[in-house]
């Protein structure tokens, strides 16, 4: 059974201030791995993938992933009250199943 | 713009009467993908189409169908709604060899 942990929050951050959001996950053939951003009563957005170990910059997005250690986090730098939402972590495995699996999503919320 | 289509955005429907929600997509994706999702937790897989290869996951009750009948369209049926398939239903596609998935923007069911 793959797993995909995310601490459901609310992390609630200052304006201005660093985000940062963490997975954890089971599978340690997982290759690929996603961010999606979801609003309330919205559908999923995706903001980041990354593939290889290390950070990965896009605007005020880093993601950072560790696969020995089976962790994935994002940071949201310069924190924005446009940016609460619940981000979810999802992880693929290549070979077999091309299905990502889904985390239940950590709630931010930003306060000015 | 490319992107993932639903219709409607919010149905009601009575206890036991079948509703049909669509999906289509200008994307031309193989992939696509029927989720659930309901407060607080993650999409839950439903069913999904590689092409025309249909696959439905081992817990999806009986009572939920679909259908594609060409590469841009799905359809989700439920024949017979109970309480419980209240949910936010949400589609989504991603390209051949991908895993990055993209998401329509739900279709909200209400049961009475």
Request: charged share 15%.
């Amino acid at each position: 059974q793959k797993e995909v942990e995310q601490n459901s929050g609310p992390l609630s951050v200052p304006e201005g201030a660093i985000a940062s959001l963490n997975c954890t996950y089971s599978d340690r053939g997982s290759q690929s791995f996603f961010w999606y951003r979801q609003y309330s009563g919205k559908s999923p957005e995706l903001i980041m993938s990354i593939y290889s170990n290390g950070d990965k910059e896009d605007g005020r997005f880093t993601a950072q992933l560790n696969k020995a250690s089976q962790y994935v986090s994002l940071l949201i730098r310069d924190s924005q009250p446009s940016d609460s939402a619940t981000y979810l972590c999802a992880v693929a495995s290549s070979g077999g199943s091309y299905i990502p699996t889904f985390g239940r999503g950590t709630s931010l919320i930003v306060h000015p | 713009d490319a992107m993932v289509i639903q219709n409607p955005r919010y149905q009601v429907t009575q206890f036991g009467k079948p509703v049909t929600l669509s999906c289509s997509q200008t994307l031309n994706h193989n992939v696509m993908y029927w989720y659930q999702q309901k407060s607080s937790q993650a999409p839950k897989l439903l069913f999904h189409y590689y092409d025309k290869d249909f696959n439905n996951e081992a817990d999806t009750p009986d009572n939920f169908q679909s259908r594609r009948p060409n590469t841009s369209f799905c359809f989700l049926d439920i024949r017979s709604p109970g309480l419980g398939d209240a949910a936010m239903y949400l589609c989504a596609t991603s390209g051949l060899g991908a895993y990055e998935q993209y998401f329509g923007p739900g279709t909200r069911l209400t049961v009475t």
